[in-house]
């Protein structure tokens, strides 16, 4: 295909082989005083018009880097400041620099940016997953992890033109084996709800169990959040700690997006039985009790910590017998313990907060194909029953 300059497109143009390319000026050379020109590269017209705007936007604001001359680890730097930062939650950001100061920076900083290649990248999963690099072989589930955080950096490189494609892409992860979940047997409810009696933390465990709340989202319930009149608990913010700086702060939902649950009368009762309690704490602390607002506190009014309330919980599973179980077994047990009791699918999926049915079918898939053969029986017992019936 013969080379034509776009329309409106100044120095877009369509290359012979159909891919279009966009020249740009980042300066000029000192010694001959003539403008230096780089060129970014993309399939459409519409995709080099973006990064020609992307580039010629890191040169106005000064962040710009010749591509020939950037390092994996610079680019890192510019990618988690200038673009991660203000882009995910608090808390997404610093898992991300977490990993890239932990996992990617050490092992691929050095490299050009433009000589990184996917072998390159899969030698690296490949040693981290084996032990080769830190003797201590990381899972499926933290490669994954890695990857997902390289991979959008090396995706935002090719947005801005840096590199034409990622060399991500081509990598191949270990395989994540899924591993079955863990919740309390009826038994087991039983003695934990017997063992936590009289607890300090007997309602809040008891809330986590039986309405399938995450650990964070329990922690950030507000009393403004709690309608005992109708009821219901609104699900709209999870108490989170900043890794970067040891503070906790109130975020989002994992979802974004905040649910209505209608628990148990059983629970909204102890909900009102606590709030007695507190009373008695706020009225005994005088001046020194903290009105955060929390549902869930110590003594003088300051929200729990998570580390506390896992503690503590770990105590008890001992003591029953249970050590192995995780405070998160709290939540798939009232999964467990819901769809066993005949709730629907979609109930239990808006009660969890996951974003579909289907997801919750995938985790408790074990659970519905009990629930499926309980319900074939009760279809023969009626069978047996229309047959005696006729004779």
């Not at 001959?32 to 580039?55: D, H, I």
Request: aromatic share 8%; net charge positive; with cysteine.
């Amino acid at each position: 295909m013969s080379r034509r300059n776009a329309q409106g497109g100044g120095s877009i143009r369509q290359r012979k082989d159909g891919t279009w390319e966009a020249r740009y000026t980042t300066g000029r050379d000192p010694g001959t005083g003539k403008q230096v020109q780089k060129s970014v590269y993309g399939k459409t017209q519409k995709e080099v018009r973006q990064k020609l705007a992307q580039a010629t936007v890191a040169i106005d604001e000064g962040i710009y880097t010749e591509p020939s001359r950037l390092t994996v680890g610079a680019w890192i730097d510019i990618w988690l400041e200038e673009y991660a930062k203000n882009s995910v939650k608090i808390s997404t950001f610093n898992l991300y620099a977490k990993t890239c100061k932990t996992h990617i920076k050490p092992n691929l900083s050095a490299i050009s940016l433009t000589a990184l290649n996917a072998p390159a990248i899969q030698k690296l999963y490949n040693d981290l997953h084996n032990g080769t690099v830190n003797k201590v072989g990381l899972s499926p589930k933290t490669i994954k992890n890695i990857h997902g955080v390289l991979h959008k950096a090396l995706h935002h490189a090719v947005k801005v033109g840096y590199i034409r494609i990622n060399p991500a892409d081509a990598c191949i992860l270990p395989r994540i084996v899924k591993k079955e979940i863990e919740p309390l047997s009826k038994l087991q409810v039983a003695q934990f709800m017997e063992a936590i009696e009289g607890h300090a933390f007997e309602t809040l465990y008891l809330v986590t169990l039986l309405t399938g709340m995450r650990q964070s989202e329990t922690l950030g319930l507000r009393w403004e959040c709690v309608d005992f009149a109708k009821g219901t608990l609104l699900v709209n913010a999870q108490l989170v700690r900043d890794t970067s700086n040891g503070m906790y702060y109130l975020d989002t939902t994992k979802s974004n997006k905040p649910r209505l649950i209608t628990p148990a009368g059983f629970i909204m009762d102890s909900l009102k039985k606590y709030r007695v309690k507190q009373d008695e704490w706020k009225l005994y602390a005088g001046d020194a009790w903290n009105d955060s607002g929390f549902v869930f506190t110590n003594e003088l009014g300051e929200h729990l910590k998570h580390f506390t309330v896992y503690r503590n919980y770990k105590r008890i599973a001992t003591d029953l017998g249970i050590p192995s179980s995780r405070y998160h077994d709290l939540r798939h047990s009232y999964a467990v313990i819901a769809l066993m009791s005949g709730d629907d699918v979609k109930t239990v999926q808006e009660n969890l907060g996951h974003h579909t049915a289907a997801f919750t079918l995938d985790v408790y898939g074990h659970v519905t194909e009990e629930m499926k053969r309980n319900s074939a029986a009760r279809m023969d017992e009626f069978i047996k029953g229309v047959k005696s019936s006729k004779g």
